[in-house]
């Protein structure tokens, strides 16, 4: 038996009004956070230079990718092919790692999930029939195979209103910048942030593989951006391993990029007493990191993780004293937001 058996509350329902379907790539709707013309996150190039295949895996996962456009459709109707069906996390929702969420006109329209082992994702959304701008936030832990839109008769898609902020902003880190466990795909801290400045983001979070490779920082020197939130900390093995390649990573960046702004942030843990004397030597470290780079002229900026849950119900905030829950992605997205805003404004 299944749950919308017993509530329906939690049936997705589909409208029976025929609508004509495009592959979204013949549309003048816009993918953000993606390498052009693909649906991941590093190029081939970059992947071939690193040789990691748990790293080339999770490049196909889109966490910080963001469709964007506007249509005059009464009804939108999306239809979205997941890379791997069968891939499940058992801490986090669907919803939020092979699922999409729906902004129209900036407010949170809907959530679409497939059941485990069904290919695609599929949902229908009532709209004016006025020119409307559309945001769908695409899968955290999963990829995309392709993407469909459907509009009804004599309606048209055209490409998304300018964002506020000129450029990008770029996060790099772990699992937690690619957003596990969030519940909903714009709810990872990346996605908050990004919202709430209305700017475009590079999310490149990658889970357990963020271990300060250069051939990351040479792609993102390359990339246009307005800041860069760089949170890499939880994957480096060891205190040694943090060291050896925590600065030499950013100095790359901020070498091609001097005027680059840059939130370097040490990871978000609850404090465990049995971790406290490895964080305060790896906060250490990341400290250094931002002295060195301030020495030099670079903007950089300091958060300790250590503050980002904030005093009370720290607890409650992660799914397994690691991974954040929502609760604990909105703390850490008002933090960074702060720092942000404040800079930019």
Known sequence: MKIEDLDSNFKQEANSTRLNYRKVKETEAEIEGLCPHTWQRLPDGVLEEIDRPELTALARHTSGGVMRFQTDTCILGLCMELLEPDFMMSHMPLTGSAGMDVFVNGSYAATFRAELGEDAVKGEILLSGEKSEITVYLPLYNGVKEFYLGISEKACIW????????????????????????????????????????AGMYCLGFSGNARGDLPIARYIAGLPAEYLVYDYDYNAPDAAFLRETHEPFLEYILSHNPTLPVLVMSRPNPEFKTEELQSRERRQI?????????????????????????????????????????LGFYRIAQRVFGKIHAFLS
């Open 159 to 198: 490409k998304p209103l300018e964002h506020k902020v000129r450029r990008p902003i770029i996060f790099y880190g772990s699992s937690i910048t690619q957003g596990g466990c969030a519940s909903r795909t714009s709810n990872a801290y990346p996605a908050l942030v990004t919202r709430w400045l209305d």
């Open 286 to 326: 990341i400290w250094e990191t931002v002295f060195k780079c301030r020495e030099r002229g670079y903007q950089v900026d300091f958060l300790d993780g250590a503050e980002l849950f904030g005093e009370e119900a720290r607890e409650c905030c992660t799914v397994d004293g690691i991974h954040p829950n929502d």
